[in-house]
């Protein structure tokens, strides 16, 4: 029904800076909740961002908090996540999953929709 897709993922140096996009297809969707996730390999997936459309409010995970920002432009439909100040943890493919519903942004399962993944691998 939905289709999210992501883009701007890369090789990119330790202390550089990438901005990921999210965008979807669905022509009766309106996106209330968005998540960005990301999985290394041998990891588990794990919430790196989150924000509400309507509000704008925001929520991070400790690991980012400071570095990452994420952000939406109403007028493009599109949801960011800017990445600056990278490390090589960091590195893994990063997911955007969005619901209509309001839910807890932190769980992935809460989300009814995924991005195919973009890969962002940090090393020097």
């Known amino acids: 029904q939905v289709q999210l897709v992501e883009s701007g993922g890369g090789l990119v140096q330790p202390g550089g800076s990438l901005k990921l996009s999210c965008s979807h297809s669905?022509?009766?969707?309106?996106?209330?909740?968005i998540g960005w996730f990301r999985q290394a390999p041998g990891k588990e997936r794990e919430f790196v961002a989150g924000?509400?459309?309507?509000?704008?409010?925001?929520w991070y995970a400790d690991s980012v908090k400071g570095r990452f920002t994420i952000s939406k432009d109403n007028a493009k439909n599109t949801v960011y996540l800017q990445m600056n100040n990278l490390k090589p943890e960091d590195t893994a493919v990063y997911y955007c999953?969005?619901?209509?519903?309001?839910?807890?942004?932190?769980?992935?399962?809460?989300?009814?929709?995924w991005g195919q993944g973009t890969q962002v691998t940090v090393s020097s």
């Open positions: 924000i509400r459309w309507n509000s704008g409010s925001t």
């Open positions: 669905g022509r009766t969707f309106s996106w209330s909740s």
């Open positions: 999953a969005a619901t209509n519903r309001l839910i807890n942004l932190r769980v992935p399962g809460a989300y009814d929709y």
